[in-house]
Protein backbone atom coordinates (compact mmCIF):
# COMPACT_ATOMS: atom_id res chain seq x y z
CA UNK A 1 0.00 0.00 0.00
CA UNK A 2 1.65 3.25 -0.95
CA UNK A 3 2.33 5.35 1.86
CA UNK A 4 4.99 6.02 4.71
CA UNK A 5 5.58 3.97 7.71
CA UNK A 6 7.75 5.46 10.19
CA UNK A 7 9.94 3.19 12.53
CA UNK A 8 10.64 4.30 16.02
CA UNK A 9 11.98 1.98 18.70
CA UNK A 10 11.96 3.30 22.11
CA UNK A 11 13.10 2.44 26.29
CA UNK A 12 11.47 4.06 29.23
CA UNK A 13 11.60 7.67 27.24
CA UNK A 14 8.27 8.68 26.83
CA UNK A 15 8.67 12.83 27.26
CA UNK A 16 11.29 12.35 24.17
CA UNK A 17 8.77 9.93 21.88
CA UNK A 18 6.21 12.37 22.32
CA UNK A 19 8.49 14.99 21.17
CA UNK A 20 9.98 13.03 18.42
CA UNK A 21 6.15 11.75 17.40
CA UNK A 22 5.22 15.38 17.17
CA UNK A 23 7.84 16.10 15.12
CA UNK A 24 6.92 13.62 12.93
CA UNK A 25 2.98 14.54 12.37
CA UNK A 26 4.03 18.30 11.22
CA UNK A 27 6.17 16.43 8.37
CA UNK A 28 3.35 14.42 7.81
CA UNK A 29 1.06 16.78 7.04
CA UNK A 30 3.39 18.01 4.26
CA UNK A 31 2.92 14.81 1.83
CA UNK A 32 0.33 13.99 -0.34
CA UNK A 33 0.14 10.27 1.21
CA UNK A 34 -0.65 8.40 4.26
CA UNK A 35 1.80 8.17 7.17
CA UNK A 36 1.84 6.28 10.15
CA UNK A 37 4.26 6.32 12.93
CA UNK A 38 5.25 2.79 14.67
CA UNK A 39 6.58 2.70 18.12
CA UNK A 40 8.34 -0.71 18.90
CA UNK A 41 8.24 -0.33 22.51
CA UNK A 42 11.27 -2.60 24.07
CA UNK A 43 10.49 -1.34 27.84
CA UNK A 44 10.94 -3.97 31.06
CA UNK A 45 7.26 -5.70 31.64
CA UNK A 46 6.32 -2.91 34.41
CA UNK A 47 5.94 -0.71 31.40
CA UNK A 48 3.16 -2.37 29.32
CA UNK A 49 0.76 -0.66 30.06
CA UNK A 50 0.84 2.03 28.07
CA UNK A 51 -1.47 3.16 25.26
CA UNK A 52 -0.90 0.91 22.14
CA UNK A 53 -2.79 3.50 19.50
CA UNK A 54 -3.69 7.03 19.76
CA UNK A 55 -3.43 9.74 17.04
CA UNK A 56 -0.77 12.94 17.17
CA UNK A 57 -2.27 15.80 15.45
CA UNK A 58 -3.69 13.42 13.23
CA UNK A 59 -0.89 11.08 12.40
CA UNK A 60 -1.97 7.28 13.90
CA UNK A 61 0.38 6.31 16.08
CA UNK A 62 0.74 2.07 17.18
CA UNK A 63 2.66 1.11 20.03
CA UNK A 64 4.12 -2.80 19.88
CA UNK A 65 6.25 -4.85 22.40
CA UNK A 66 8.41 -7.45 22.31
CA UNK A 67 8.24 -10.16 24.09
CA UNK A 68 11.88 -10.49 25.26
CA UNK A 69 12.08 -6.78 26.72
CA UNK A 70 15.39 -5.39 26.81
CA UNK A 71 17.44 -8.21 25.20
CA UNK A 72 17.83 -8.27 21.76
CA UNK A 73 18.28 -4.30 20.77
CA UNK A 74 17.32 -1.89 18.40
CA UNK A 75 17.62 -4.22 15.45
CA UNK A 76 15.30 -6.74 16.80
CA UNK A 77 12.79 -4.03 16.95
CA UNK A 78 13.23 -2.40 13.93
CA UNK A 79 12.76 -5.73 12.24
CA UNK A 80 9.85 -5.87 14.39
CA UNK A 81 8.28 -2.28 13.07
CA UNK A 82 9.33 -3.58 9.92
CA UNK A 83 7.03 -6.51 9.96
CA UNK A 84 3.95 -4.39 11.05
CA UNK A 85 4.10 -1.87 8.28
CA UNK A 86 1.26 -0.91 6.42
CA UNK A 87 2.71 1.29 3.50
CA UNK A 88 5.44 0.46 1.04
CA UNK A 89 8.53 3.00 2.66
CA UNK A 90 9.98 2.97 5.86
CA UNK A 91 11.29 5.60 7.19
CA UNK A 92 13.34 5.35 10.99
CA UNK A 93 14.27 7.36 13.25
CA UNK A 94 14.91 7.92 16.88
CA UNK A 95 12.81 8.70 19.84
CA UNK A 96 14.86 11.07 20.68
CA UNK A 97 15.28 12.92 17.42
CA UNK A 98 13.48 15.71 15.78
CA UNK A 99 13.03 15.72 12.44
CA UNK A 100 12.78 18.96 10.14
CA UNK A 101 9.34 19.50 8.69
CA UNK A 102 9.91 18.66 5.32
CA UNK A 103 11.95 15.59 6.24
CA UNK A 104 9.29 13.20 4.89
CA UNK A 105 8.90 14.89 1.65
CA UNK A 106 12.65 15.42 1.50
CA UNK A 107 13.01 11.65 1.95
CA UNK A 108 10.55 10.58 -0.35
CA UNK A 109 10.44 12.52 -2.97
CA UNK A 110 13.49 10.98 -5.06
CA UNK A 111 12.21 7.19 -3.83
CA UNK A 112 8.32 8.34 -5.62
CA UNK A 113 9.90 9.94 -8.97
CA UNK A 114 12.89 6.82 -9.24
CA UNK A 115 11.72 3.85 -8.94
CA UNK A 116 15.42 2.30 -9.10
CA UNK A 117 16.57 3.59 -5.78
CA UNK A 118 16.29 1.56 -2.51
CA UNK A 119 15.87 4.07 -0.13
CA UNK A 120 17.58 7.59 0.37
CA UNK A 121 19.87 8.19 3.54
CA UNK A 122 19.05 11.75 5.21
CA UNK A 123 21.30 14.02 6.95
CA UNK A 124 21.54 14.05 10.95
CA UNK A 125 22.72 17.49 12.18
CA UNK A 126 22.94 18.53 16.11
CA UNK A 127 20.07 19.71 17.89
CA UNK A 128 20.95 23.72 18.24
CA UNK A 129 17.87 23.54 20.96
CA UNK A 130 20.13 21.53 23.18
CA UNK A 131 23.16 22.94 25.14
CA UNK A 132 26.45 20.62 24.25
CA UNK A 133 28.94 19.88 27.50
CA UNK A 134 32.15 19.61 25.93
CA UNK A 135 33.84 17.29 27.79
CA UNK A 136 30.76 14.74 28.49
CA UNK A 137 28.79 14.91 25.25
CA UNK A 138 28.83 12.43 22.13
CA UNK A 139 27.54 13.93 19.09
CA UNK A 140 25.49 12.12 16.64
CA UNK A 141 25.54 13.75 13.02
CA UNK A 142 25.72 12.60 10.04
CA UNK A 143 26.43 15.51 7.18
CA UNK A 144 28.34 14.13 4.10
CA UNK A 145 26.77 10.77 3.96
CA UNK A 146 27.38 7.36 4.10
CA UNK A 147 27.52 6.67 7.70
CA UNK A 148 23.22 4.99 6.95
CA UNK A 149 22.14 5.71 10.24
CA UNK A 150 18.94 5.19 11.21
CA UNK A 151 18.20 8.38 12.91
CA UNK A 152 17.30 9.41 9.04
CA UNK A 153 17.10 6.69 6.57
CA UNK A 154 14.34 5.70 4.38
CA UNK A 155 14.54 2.22 2.59
CA UNK A 156 11.69 0.40 0.72
CA UNK A 157 9.73 -2.44 2.55
CA UNK A 158 10.46 -4.77 0.03
CA UNK A 159 14.01 -3.80 -0.05
CA UNK A 160 14.64 -4.57 3.53
CA UNK A 161 12.89 -7.78 3.03
CA UNK A 162 15.15 -8.73 0.30
CA UNK A 163 18.11 -8.90 2.10
CA UNK A 164 16.50 -10.31 5.26
CA UNK A 165 15.86 -7.17 7.17
CA UNK A 166 18.77 -6.28 10.39
CA UNK A 167 20.51 -9.62 10.95
CA UNK A 168 22.51 -10.89 13.95
CA UNK A 169 26.52 -10.83 14.34
CA UNK A 170 27.15 -13.64 16.63
CA UNK A 171 26.16 -17.27 15.47
CA UNK A 172 22.83 -18.65 17.86
CA UNK A 173 22.62 -15.06 19.34
CA UNK A 174 19.33 -13.12 17.75
CA UNK A 175 21.13 -9.57 17.82
CA UNK A 176 23.93 -7.85 16.43
CA UNK A 177 26.38 -8.56 18.72
CA UNK A 178 26.99 -4.78 20.22
CA UNK A 179 24.24 -1.96 19.25
CA UNK A 180 26.82 -0.92 16.47
CA UNK A 181 27.05 -0.41 12.92
CA UNK A 182 24.15 -2.59 12.27
CA UNK A 183 22.25 0.32 10.19
CA UNK A 184 25.16 0.58 8.24
CA UNK A 185 25.19 -3.69 7.36
CA UNK A 186 21.53 -3.13 6.37
CA UNK A 187 22.17 -0.06 3.92
CA UNK A 188 25.32 -1.97 2.64
CA UNK A 189 23.54 -5.11 1.89
CA UNK A 190 20.62 -2.96 0.07
CA UNK A 191 22.91 -1.10 -2.21
CA UNK A 192 24.54 -4.58 -3.44
CA UNK A 193 21.94 -6.36 -3.46
CA UNK A 194 19.06 -4.58 -4.60
CA UNK A 195 19.84 -0.49 -5.45
CA UNK A 196 21.54 2.77 -4.72
CA UNK A 197 20.86 4.71 -1.39
CA UNK A 198 22.16 8.06 -2.42
CA UNK A 199 21.99 10.98 0.15
CA UNK A 200 19.83 13.77 0.79
CA UNK A 201 20.80 16.54 2.82
CA UNK A 202 17.79 17.94 2.79
CA UNK A 203 16.06 15.33 4.88
CA UNK A 204 17.33 16.50 8.32
CA UNK A 205 16.47 14.77 11.52
CA UNK A 206 18.11 16.79 14.21
CA UNK A 207 19.34 15.04 17.00
CA UNK A 208 20.58 15.88 20.56
CA UNK A 209 24.07 15.21 22.10
CA UNK A 210 24.54 12.11 24.19
CA UNK A 211 25.46 12.49 27.78
CA UNK A 212 28.31 10.02 28.40
CA UNK A 213 29.55 9.54 32.25
CA UNK A 214 32.08 7.20 32.84
CA UNK A 215 29.61 3.68 32.39
CA UNK A 216 28.12 4.99 29.14
CA UNK A 217 31.88 5.66 27.99
CA UNK A 218 33.03 2.58 28.03
CA UNK A 219 29.92 0.64 26.90
CA UNK A 220 30.90 3.18 23.45
CA UNK A 221 34.37 2.09 23.41
CA UNK A 222 32.94 -1.80 23.71
CA UNK A 223 31.14 -1.39 20.32
CA UNK A 224 34.53 -1.21 18.42
CA UNK A 225 34.51 -5.45 19.32
CA UNK A 226 32.02 -5.31 16.06
CA UNK A 227 34.34 -3.49 13.91
CA UNK A 228 36.57 -6.01 12.59
CA UNK A 229 33.46 -8.22 11.28
CA UNK A 230 31.94 -4.96 9.86
CA UNK A 231 35.00 -4.49 7.38
CA UNK A 232 35.22 -8.03 6.53
CA UNK A 233 31.24 -8.13 6.06
CA UNK A 234 31.75 -4.77 3.54
CA UNK A 235 35.56 -5.07 2.43
CA UNK A 236 33.89 -2.53 0.05
CA UNK A 237 33.56 0.22 3.16
CA UNK A 238 37.14 0.28 3.38
CA UNK A 239 37.69 2.54 0.16
CA UNK A 240 35.91 5.82 1.56
CA UNK A 241 37.82 5.31 5.08
CA UNK A 242 41.08 5.00 2.91
CA UNK A 243 40.52 8.33 1.12
CA UNK A 244 39.94 9.79 4.27
CA UNK A 245 42.28 8.89 6.65
CA UNK A 246 40.81 11.02 9.53
CA UNK A 247 37.39 9.22 9.28
CA UNK A 248 38.52 6.41 11.45
CA UNK A 249 40.86 8.37 13.15
CA UNK A 250 39.45 7.39 16.59
CA UNK A 251 39.90 3.68 16.61
CA UNK A 252 43.41 3.91 14.85
CA UNK A 253 44.46 5.91 17.60
CA UNK A 254 42.44 3.56 20.49
CA UNK A 255 44.23 0.52 18.63
CA UNK A 256 47.85 2.06 18.75
CA UNK A 257 47.24 3.15 22.33
CA UNK A 258 46.70 -0.36 23.29
CA UNK A 259 49.54 -1.36 21.50
CA UNK A 260 51.42 0.85 23.24
CA UNK A 261 50.26 -0.08 26.86
CA UNK A 262 53.27 -3.34 27.11
CA UNK A 263 55.93 -0.71 26.59
CA UNK A 264 55.28 0.92 30.08
CA UNK A 265 56.85 -1.56 32.12
CA UNK A 266 60.37 -1.63 30.51
CA UNK A 267 61.75 1.44 32.19
CA UNK A 268 63.83 2.55 28.96
CA UNK A 269 60.35 2.94 26.85
CA UNK A 270 57.91 4.01 29.78
CA UNK A 271 58.22 8.26 29.37
CA UNK A 272 58.54 7.93 25.31
CA UNK A 273 55.15 5.35 25.59
CA UNK A 274 53.14 7.51 28.04
CA UNK A 275 54.15 10.43 26.04
CA UNK A 276 52.67 8.98 23.07
CA UNK A 277 49.69 7.87 24.56
CA UNK A 278 49.07 11.20 25.76
CA UNK A 279 49.65 12.27 22.18
CA UNK A 280 47.07 10.31 20.64
CA UNK A 281 44.62 11.14 23.29
CA UNK A 282 45.15 14.42 22.50
CA UNK A 283 44.37 13.86 18.50
CA UNK A 284 41.26 12.26 19.88
CA UNK A 285 39.93 15.16 21.48
CA UNK A 286 41.37 17.48 18.77
CA UNK A 287 38.81 15.61 16.19
CA UNK A 288 35.97 15.96 18.87
CA UNK A 289 36.69 19.74 18.54
CA UNK A 290 36.70 19.43 14.58
CA UNK A 291 33.00 18.44 14.83
CA UNK A 292 32.07 20.61 17.41
CA UNK A 293 32.93 23.26 14.74
CA UNK A 294 31.64 21.58 12.24
CA UNK A 295 28.26 21.35 13.95
CA UNK A 296 28.05 24.85 14.62
CA UNK A 297 29.25 25.42 17.91
CA UNK A 298 31.73 28.19 18.04
CA UNK A 299 34.53 28.29 20.88
CA UNK A 300 37.52 30.66 21.92
CA UNK A 301 40.88 28.87 21.14
CA UNK A 302 41.38 28.84 24.77
CA UNK A 303 38.58 27.58 25.89
CA UNK A 304 38.77 24.41 23.08
CA UNK A 305 42.46 23.85 24.65
CA UNK A 306 41.26 23.96 28.54
CA UNK A 307 38.39 21.80 27.71
CA UNK A 308 41.13 19.59 25.65
CA UNK A 309 43.05 18.99 28.81
CA UNK A 310 40.09 18.40 31.16
CA UNK A 311 39.22 15.55 28.27
CA UNK A 312 42.50 13.98 28.20
CA UNK A 313 41.82 11.66 31.25
CA UNK A 314 38.45 10.33 29.59
CA UNK A 315 39.71 10.18 25.81
CA UNK A 316 43.25 7.98 27.85
CA UNK A 317 40.51 5.59 29.36
CA UNK A 318 38.39 5.33 26.16
CA UNK A 319 41.26 4.38 24.10
CA UNK A 320 42.48 1.66 26.06
CA UNK A 321 38.92 -0.06 26.63
CA UNK A 322 37.67 0.72 22.59
CA UNK A 323 41.37 -0.34 21.31
CA UNK A 324 41.51 -3.43 23.20
CA UNK A 325 37.75 -4.38 21.92
CA UNK A 326 38.65 -3.44 18.40
CA UNK A 327 41.49 -5.99 19.40
CA UNK A 328 38.83 -8.53 21.12
CA UNK A 329 36.79 -8.63 18.18
CA UNK A 330 39.58 -9.51 15.47
CA UNK A 331 40.54 -12.04 17.87
CA UNK A 332 36.56 -13.83 18.02
CA UNK A 333 36.57 -14.16 14.54
CA UNK A 334 40.68 -15.82 14.27
CA UNK A 335 39.82 -18.28 16.85
CA UNK A 336 35.88 -18.61 15.57
CA UNK A 337 34.06 -17.38 18.36
CA UNK A 338 32.18 -14.61 16.16
CA UNK A 339 31.04 -16.09 12.75
CA UNK A 340 30.78 -13.89 9.82
CA UNK A 341 26.87 -14.38 8.58
CA UNK A 342 25.99 -15.41 5.27
CA UNK A 343 24.61 -12.70 3.16
CA UNK A 344 21.53 -14.99 3.35
CA UNK A 345 21.10 -15.38 6.29
CA UNK A 346 17.61 -14.77 7.90
CA UNK A 347 17.14 -12.78 11.16
CA UNK A 348 15.02 -13.82 14.13
CA UNK A 349 12.75 -10.79 14.34
CA UNK A 350 11.17 -10.12 17.94
CA UNK A 351 7.78 -11.64 18.31
CA UNK A 352 4.81 -9.13 19.06
CA UNK A 353 3.14 -9.26 22.33
CA UNK A 354 -0.98 -10.08 21.90
CA UNK A 355 -2.84 -8.19 23.55
Not at 194 to 212: D, M, N, Q, T
Amino acid sequence: MRGVSVVVPTVDREAQLGRALQAIACAARRIDEPAEAIVVDDSFPAARERATEWTVDGLRVRRIFSVDAGQKGPAAARNLGVAAARFDLIAFTDDDARCDLDWLAQGTRPLRANGALAGVEGAVRLDPAEPVDPVRSRLVTNGSGGAFMTASLFVRRDAVAAVGGFRPLLEGDPRWAIPYREDSDLALRVIREVGPIPFEPRAVVFHPPESIDLHRLIRLARYFVVDGAYLRLHPEAVQPVLRQPFARLRIRMATTTVLLTPLLIPRRSRCLATLAMILLSSAVSAQFEAELRAAGVRRSRSAALATTIRRLPRSLLWSLVAGGARLQGEAMLIVGRAKVPPDDLEPRPATPVSR
